[in-house]
């Protein structure tokens, strides 16, 4: 496996008296986001019943080979209580029709090794296509959280060896999608190597992939059981440095009538050269293109205070929002007033603001993220 990285900016992270300077996290979904016990023991049972259920009508056996699934599945029948070394925490889902399939051949033994790996495969799509509402149920939210406070100041990968469906529910669920560079799902936690280099960490609560990457002299793994014992900040050389190119519009088709906003962020590189790092493309309602066009500078402003931008430039083809901005023209529209007002009171939160007015030709970008929005 192999990343290309983003160049966002470093944080810092501190926890009692360590300190981590990151440009890439990995959070382990399972054990941080998700009640472990909470949900893998349900996912657990579900499958175990739907392989008793196909395999016997006898119910000394059909609860013997219940029991044994749950045991291979690494959880503890009695208790429901897993070991951080679950295959559940470790492998991808995907493969866990053939753990299931070498473990349970001796008691089902008048079908083959094919017919229970196809069998096991199918059984284990079904009842983990079942077990969303309980991922739904699992989340842990208010460690969610977290990810959106980061959010563009660094690298932020969600590993999971749960499935692309489930892991899209949970995504869903906790409106993680636009907070994340990359998403990793059905894969082996054991299997991380080529992404722990440099400035990455990745972040868990399970003691066994530890223990597991510390043997290979790995130390690029940080386990915390609370979330809320890291101590998150921007180093000072990224925040000083960074500068954010912002291209911005607004769409009203009627003027008034259904209108739309585009924003498009830029990371600065050297010389001409720039990334996209977030972009916005929402329907507003209806309102007149002035409005729209302020609503996307205000838009604009929100989120830099919301990341921390210090240094950003807003590129926009609409004159009279530069010239108002500017102090160049009056404002005496009472509804532009009011966005007129806000928006300066978020500029100055900013330590260093330009805006530029552009021609049209030269804002495609933000005018084809406003216009698919009114589509």
Sequence with gaps: MSLQYNNFVAINIQIETSTYKVTTLIWDRDSLFVNFNQYWSRVAAQIAQKIAENTTSNWGHFNLVRTQSIRLLGINPESDINEDSSPLNILPVNLLHLLLCCGLKHLIKDKTTEELNLMFNLLLEQALQNCQQYLEGSVITDSTELIKKINKNADQILVTNDTATSNNCFIEKT?????????????NKENLDSFLEGDSLLITKN?????????????????????????????PESQTNQIITINI???????????????????????????????????????????????????ALEISVQQGYKNIEIYSDSELVVKQIKKIYKVKDANIKELFDKANSLIEKISSFKIIHIPREENLKADKLANNALK
């Design 249 to 299: 519009d607004g769409a009203s088709k009627g003027n008034p009538g259904p209108a739309s906003i585009g924003v498009a962020f830029y990371e600065k590189k050297k010389g001409s050269d720039k990334s996209l790092i977030n972009e916005v493309s929402e329907f507003i309602g209806n309102t007149t293109n002035n409005i729209a066009e302020y609503s996307a500078l205000v838009k």
């Design 207 to 235: 003691q066994y992939l530890k223990k597991f990457y510390l043997q290979k002299n790995n130390n690029k793994i940080l386990c915390i059981d609370d979330l809320h014992k890291l101590n998150i900040t921007n180093s």
């Design 175 to 187: 409106n993680l999608e636009q907070f994340l560079y990359k998403q990793l799902h059905q894969i």
